[in-house]
């Protein structure tokens, strides 16, 4: 296929980082905006998902290059196809209601602008991740959407848990992060490339080869942290710390979903792996059963929301590993259904906070009477999280029945989804139907009606789940081009409201009556049959126990090494080194050194080694500081005339404006300090002593064997060449460093000069000082 050039390719480009220029203009302008100015906001996701539906008519997927990093062969690959193509427009799509929600929802916040700054380049960084066809620009926004996640949710920065639950965020994908990276690394050694398409047509050459092998258990660490697959599955619980359109967005329909996206990108190639569908079914199943049982612990509206969606996460995995094309059908269609409900689940809890300041759902009752269609919002919603008909998760719910009917002999698999549809009902009905629709009299009144900024985007969401609910097909073109590009094969999609009287049908009626008896028999967080402690903690128990073992270690670490003396670190890295080369010796490093090679000690040389011997002992004999600083004075200027013996005027001259510089620098400094004392034992000396004695003698070696080494003088030869015919220079050390190292230079130059007006500013500091006392 083609790749797409010119205008087409740089607007691919301008559609994925559409946020981030948004969240930059917040950066330079939000003090200067008005609150009502975020009702425009919207616009950004709503131009980026036109620019993404004009991919949907197309069969044939559009690939594009903006070259970046030539020589390592990093570039902003892009590949929209039916997977990428779905997952950007439930990004665009669900993003526009979200801005839209959010511009009510935090009405006068004064970190209003911060937050869709967040927003904004978290939607930078999913679209990037989804259309990325290279795998170290993959991993790149892969990192931005934990970053981006991390400021969203810890916005609450005040509150300490919101701080806590961000970390545990950033930690938990973070090392999912890292995973990746390393898997793209071998990916490449593999295919030469890190482009994706490589590693797709040489599928059959990583599946053969080691590295090939370990990167796919890094592949499925990043997936299942993204995704918080059990045991990673803590951090999203605790991430509901965060405002419910973050909720929403990242929890719902985008970022916990990056995960199952990566598994079905990487469906093609390692789905053939025999530890592909045991290891996928495994996992989802039990993260599916376990969270969906863990939701009726709660009471907490967004809490159960929560649980719901882990376990939502769980069927997608599952179903990625039934696989074929009964498991990728339901994949594709669950992820559409689950958006579409889940988000309208959450912004509906969002009203209820906003109006009533509470989520518990024991306290809420009859709110039907106060916000009418919001109640009737939140009951579709429910009714789809449940898989009553009519609805879009009815479909989802059958397809998934029927795929996990046919996964195996084992009746394992249907016992799992059945248990898991069971438990889900209950608990969507606890959040979208029982705050308004039990009771007669309205827990809570109103001060005014619910804003339309509010209802408009829960309203379209339970219209597309009842729209794909009455008429499937309408979502058929979505699910097909995504399981045609997940699964790299051409096959028929078609979704029916009605598959007939069968095992799935009678599945579903059961599902249905069951969870009406948990719904009805059932009190959120205390009608339980076992009280059991939440298992939920036992995770966070372990995880907060290993970062309390790591602090303890780096605490330990840090005051062996990071003690605040410079001569320990000096004597640290010389051990190091020691360490390290002597290791190179004992395994066969030999030394030659041709005594031969070396010219002759001259007289001038000599009686400089001489005086540089004298300054070091001297120094470290000497009883008073001025005297010690005088012979470090000496020394200094003893390493100079040894510059000008080899012809370096340049760093003879560098050399003494240094050294002049320290000393004097020293002097000034005497009278601060507290008297001369023998700061070290005889033994501490001792120590030194062999140590300094053995890193000199290991640099001499090596200085030695340097001389004898083979001299390649290409770069030199180049240099002497052209420094006058180019840079008009007769001395080559002036021309390197000012035209053919000029940048270096000039970062130098800018370093030394923010260094001279920080001293500046403490000497200036210290007169003041000086001043105030002299009054």
Same mark, same amino acid.
């Given at each position: 296929m083609?790749?797409e050039t010119?205008?087409?390719?740089?607007m691919?480009?301008?559609a994925?980082?559409?946020?981030?220029?948004?969240?930059l203009?917040?950066v330079?302008f939000?003090?200067?905006?008005?609150d009502?100015?975020?009702?425009?906001?919207f616009?950004?996701?709503?131009?980026?998902?036109?620019?993404?539906?004009?991919?949907?008519?197309s069969?044939?997927p559009?690939?594009?290059?903006?070259?970046w990093?030539q020589?390592m062969g990093?570039?902003?690959?892009?590949?929209v196809?039916?997977?990428?193509r779905?997952?950007?427009?439930?990004?665009?799509?669900?993003?526009t209601?979200?801005?839209?929600?959010?511009h009510?929802y935090?009405?006068?916040?004064?970190?209003?602008f911060?937050?869709f700054?967040?927003?904004s380049?978290?939607?930078?960084?999913m679209?990037?991740?989804?259309?990325?066809? *290279?795998?170290?620009?993959?991993?790149?926004f892969?990192e931005?959407?934990?970053v981006?996640?991390f400021f969203l949710i810890?916005?609450?920065?005040e509150?300490?848990e919101?701080r806590?639950?961000?970390?545990?965020?950033l930690?938990?994908t973070?090392?999912g992060?890292?995973g990746?990276l390393?898997?793209a690394? @071998?990916?490449?050694t593999?295919?030469?490339?890190?482009?994706?398409?490589?590693l797709?047509?040489?599928?059959e050459? /990583?599946l053969a080869?080691?590295?090939?092998r370990?990167?796919?258990?890094l592949?499925?660490?990043?997936?299942?942290?993204?995704s918080?697959?059990f045991?990673f599955h803590?951090?999203?619980?605790?991430? &509901?710390?965060?405002?419910?359109?973050?909720?929403t967005?990242?929890?719902?329909a985008? &970022?916990v979903?990056a995960?199952?996206f990566?598994?079905l990108?990487?469906?093609?190639i390692?789905?053939a792996l025999?530890v592909?569908?045991?290891?996928?079914m495994t996992v989802?199943? /039990?993260? &599916?059963v376990?969270? #969906?049982a863990?939701?009726?612990?709660?009471?907490?509206?967004?809490s159960i929301?929560?649980?719901?969606?882990l376990?939502a996460?769980?069927i997608l995995?599952?179903?990625?590993g039934?696989?074929?094309?009964?498991?990728?059908?339901?994949? #594709?269609?669950?992820?559409?259904?689950h958006a579409?409900?889940?988000a309208?689940?959450?912004l509906v809890t969002?009203?209820?906070?906003h109006?009533?300041?509470?989520r518990?759902?024991t306290?809420?009752h009859?709110?039907?009477h106060?916000?009418?269609g919001v109640?009737?919002?939140? #009951?579709?919603?429910a009714?789809s999280?449940?898989?009553?008909?009519?609805?879009?998760?009815f479909?989802?719910?059958?397809?998934?029945?029927e795929?996990?009917?046919?996964?195996e002999?084992?009746p394992?698999?249907?016992?799992?989804a059945?248990?898991?549809?069971?438990?889900?009902?209950a608990a969507?009905?606890?959040?979208?139907?029982?705050?308004?629709?039990?009771?007669?009299?309205?827990s809570?009144?109103?001060k005014h009606?619910?804003?339309?900024?509010?209802?408009?985007p829960?309203?379209?969401l339970?219209?597309?789940t009842?729209i794909f609910g009455?008429w499937?097909a309408?979502a058929?073109q979505?699910?097909?081009?995504?399981?045609?590009?997940?699964?790299?094969?051409?096959i028929k999609?078609?979704l029916e409201?009605?598959?007939?009287f069968?095992?799935v049908?009678?599945?579903?009626?059961a599902?249905?009556?069951?969870?009406?008896?948990?719904?009805?028999?059932?009190?959120?967080?205390?009608?339980?049959a076992l009280k059991?402690?939440?298992?939920?903690?036992s995770?966070?128990a372990?995880?907060?126990?290993?970062?309390s073992?790591?602090?303890w270690l780096?605490?330990w670490y840090t005051?062996?090494?990071?003690?605040?003396?410079?001569?320990?670190?000096?004597?640290t890295?010389?051990?190091? @080194?020691?360490?390290l080369?002597?290791?190179s010796f004992y395994?066969g490093?030999?030394?030659?050194?041709?005594?031969?090679?070396i010219?002759?000690v001259t007289?001038y040389e000599?009686?400089?080694?001489?005086?540089?011997?004298?300054s070091?002992?001297?120094?470290?004999?000497a009883?008073?500081?001025?005297?010690a600083?005088?012979?470090m004075? /000496?020394?200094?200027i003893?390493?100079?005339?040894?510059?000008?013996l080899?012809? #370096?005027?340049?760093?003879?001259m560098?050399?003494?404006?240094i050294?002049?510089l320290t000393?004097i620098?020293f002097v000034?400094?005497?009278?601060?300090l507290?008297?001369?004392?023998?700061?070290s034992s *005889?033994?501490?000396?001792?120590?030194?002593?062999v140590?300094s @004695?053995?890193f000199?003698l290991?640099?001499?070696v090596?200085?030695l064997e340097v001389?004898?080494?083979p /001299?390649?003088?290409?770069?030199?030869?180049?240099?002497?060449?052209?420094?006058?015919?180019?840079?008009?220079?007769?001395n080559v050390?002036n021309?390197i460093?000012?035209d053919?190292?000029?940048?270096d230079?000039?970062?130098e130059?800018?370093?030394?000069?923010?260094a001279a007006?920080?001293?500046?500013g403490?000497?200036?500091?210290r007169?003041?000082d000086?001043?105030k006392?002299w009054?």
């Amino acid at each position: 296929m083609p790749l797409e050039t010119g205008f087409g390719n740089y607007m691919m480009l301008i559609a994925v980082l559409l946020g981030g220029m948004l969240s930059l203009f917040l950066v330079i302008f939000k003090d200067y905006l008005r609150d009502g100015f975020s009702a425009f906001f919207f616009l950004v996701p709503l131009a980026v998902f036109t620019y993404f539906a004009v991919f949907f008519g197309s069969e044939v997927p559009a690939l594009g290059l903006v070259s970046w990093q030539q020589g390592m062969g990093v570039h902003f690959e892009w590949r929209v196809d039916g997977l990428s193509r779905m997952f950007a427009l439930l990004i665009s799509g669900i993003g526009t209601l979200v801005f839209a929600y959010s511009h009510y929802y935090l009405k006068g916040h004064p970190e209003k602008f911060r937050f869709f700054g967040f927003l904004s380049l978290f939607m930078t960084a999913m679209l990037g991740l989804v259309v990325s066809d *290279n795998l170290i620009m993959l991993f790149m926004f892969w990192e931005l959407t934990s970053v981006s996640s991390f400021f969203l949710i810890g916005f609450h920065y005040e509150d300490r848990e919101s701080r806590k639950a961000a970390l545990r965020a950033l930690t938990i994908t973070g090392l999912g992060g890292v995973g990746l990276l390393i898997a793209a690394v @071998l990916i490449s050694t593999v295919t030469g490339s890190f482009s994706f398409q490589a590693l797709l047509d040489q599928r059959e050459t /990583v599946l053969a080869s080691q590295a090939g092998r370990i990167a796919f258990w890094l592949f499925i660490l990043a997936a299942f942290t993204k995704s918080a697959q059990f045991p990673f599955h803590f951090w999203l619980p605790g991430a &509901m710390k965060a405002p419910t359109p973050v909720s929403t967005y990242l929890h719902s329909a985008t &970022m916990v979903k990056a995960g199952v996206f990566l598994l079905l990108k990487l469906y093609p190639i390692y789905s053939a792996l025999p530890v592909w569908k045991p290891l996928l079914m495994t996992v989802g199943g /039990v993260s &599916m059963v376990y969270s #969906a049982a863990q939701a009726l612990f709660f009471t907490d509206m967004k809490s159960i929301l929560a649980y719901t969606t882990l376990s939502a996460l769980g069927i997608l995995v599952f179903l990625t590993g039934i696989g074929g094309n009964e498991g990728l059908v339901a994949a #594709a269609a669950f992820i559409l259904v689950h958006a579409l409900y889940k988000a309208a689940l959450f912004l509906v809890t969002g009203i209820v906070d906003h109006e009533a300041h509470t989520r518990d759902v024991t306290a809420l009752h009859g709110l039907r009477h106060v916000m009418p269609g919001v109640a009737v919002a939140g #009951a579709v919603a429910a009714l789809s999280h449940g898989g009553v008909p009519l609805t879009f998760g009815f479909i989802g719910k059958e397809l998934m029945y029927e795929s996990a009917l046919h996964a195996e002999t084992s009746p394992v698999p249907i016992a799992a989804a059945f248990i898991t549809g069971l438990l889900l009902f209950a608990a969507g009905f606890w959040v979208g139907f029982r705050p308004f629709f039990s009771g007669r009299e309205a827990s809570h009144t109103l001060k005014h009606p619910v804003s339309l900024w509010l209802q408009l985007p829960v309203y379209v969401l339970t219209a597309g789940t009842l729209i794909f609910g009455i008429w499937p097909a309408g979502a058929e073109q979505m699910v097909h081009a995504l399981v045609e590009a997940a699964g790299r094969d051409t096959i028929k999609v078609h979704l029916e409201l009605w598959h007939g009287f069968n095992t799935v049908f009678f599945l579903s009626l059961a599902t249905i009556a069951g969870g009406i008896v948990l719904y009805s028999r059932l009190v959120p967080g205390q009608s339980i049959a076992l009280k059991v402690e939440k298992l939920s903690y036992s995770s966070v128990a372990i995880y907060e126990k290993f970062l309390s073992v790591t602090k303890w270690l780096s605490r330990w670490y840090t005051d062996i090494l990071q003690n605040g003396y410079l001569r320990w670190y000096v004597m640290t890295i010389m051990v190091f @080194l020691l360490t390290l080369v002597g290791y190179s010796f004992y395994h066969g490093v030999h030394i030659y050194i041709d005594f031969k090679k070396i010219s002759e000690v001259t007289l001038y040389e000599a009686v400089i080694l001489l005086l540089m011997i004298f300054s070091i002992f001297y120094i470290l004999l000497a009883k008073s500081r001025l005297a010690a600083v005088a012979a470090m004075g /000496v020394l200094g200027i003893s390493i100079s005339l040894m510059f000008v013996l080899y012809s #370096a005027p340049d760093l003879a001259m560098t050399q003494f404006s240094i050294d002049t510089l320290t000393v004097i620098l020293f002097v000034l400094v005497l009278y601060k300090l507290p008297r001369y004392i023998n700061i070290s034992s *005889n033994v501490v000396k001792i120590r030194d002593a062999v140590i300094s @004695l053995l890193f000199g003698l290991m640099i001499t070696v090596l200085c030695l064997e340097v001389i004898n080494e083979p /001299v390649n003088r290409e770069i030199s030869e180049f240099y002497a060449e052209n420094s006058y015919l180019l840079a008009k220079g007769k001395n080559v050390v002036n021309v390197i460093l000012v035209d053919f190292r000029g940048a270096d230079t000039m970062v130098e130059i800018t370093v030394l000069t923010i260094a001279a007006l920080g001293v500046f500013g403490l000497m200036k500091l210290r007169l003041k000082d000086n001043e105030k006392t002299w009054e």
